[in-house]
């Protein structure tokens, strides 16, 4: 399967929120969230888009000093397994090294592929928050990303 990853743009917003309300039903994030995250310098919005165009996925980052966060990241159900959340988060995660000190997430504790996901590319969970999320009510895992070379002096 043939996709590329580039930031996402306003042009791409109602896609993306149609793709959310499908990925997470429960608590999708707004258009307009996703307008405000493209508006912020501080958040890094990236798309998975198909060879028609079409979105695939998406992730968004946030940075604050040296430390990134991963708010969100969904692939569409008919392309998963295919690579695309590989291909998104390999792309942040080449954003963070050598400009943050570490990368963190929240991920249900029942998301067996998410979690799979995260601990491919090197996060490691270190804490739990007791009934984080709603409907259902459920534990969120606190999963890091720890990069050897934060941000130095001389940069
Ligand atoms: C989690 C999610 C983003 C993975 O997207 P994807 O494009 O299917 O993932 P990829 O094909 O790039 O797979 C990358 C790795 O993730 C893990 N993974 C993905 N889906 C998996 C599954 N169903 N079971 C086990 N591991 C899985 C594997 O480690 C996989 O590597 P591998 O192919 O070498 O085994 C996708 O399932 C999704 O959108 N889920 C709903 C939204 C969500 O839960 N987002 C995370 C919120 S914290």
């Not at 708010?71 to 400009?99: E, M, Y």
């Not at 969120?140 to 130095?152: D, Q, R, S, V």
Request: hydrophobic share 45%; glycine share 8%; net charge negative.
């Amino acid at each position: 399967m043939s996709f590329r990853i580039i930031p996402m743009t306003a042009d791409h917003v109602s896609q993306v929120a149609a793709l959310e309300q499908v990925c997470f039903p429960a608590d999708p994030w707004s258009g307009e969230l996703f307008r405000a995250a493209l508006e912020n310098p501080r958040v890094c919005p990236l798309l998975a888009q198909g060879e028609d165009g079409g979105v695939l996925g998406y992730a968004v980052l946030s940075v604050v000093l040296d430390e990134g966060s991963l708010d969100n990241i969904a692939v569409s159900p008919d392309v998963r397994r295919n690579g695309v959340a590989d291909a998104l988060l390999s792309a942040l995660t080449g954003f963070g090294r050598g400009r943050l000190s570490v990368l963190m997430l929240e991920v249900r504790a029942s998301n067996a592929p998410a979690i799979a996901l995260y601990e491919k590319h090197g996060f490691a969970a270190v804490g739990r928050r007791k009934n984080y999320y709603d409907a259902p009510k459920e534990d969120a895992i606190l999963m890091t990303l720890e990069f050897k070379h934060g941000i130095t002096a001389a940069e």
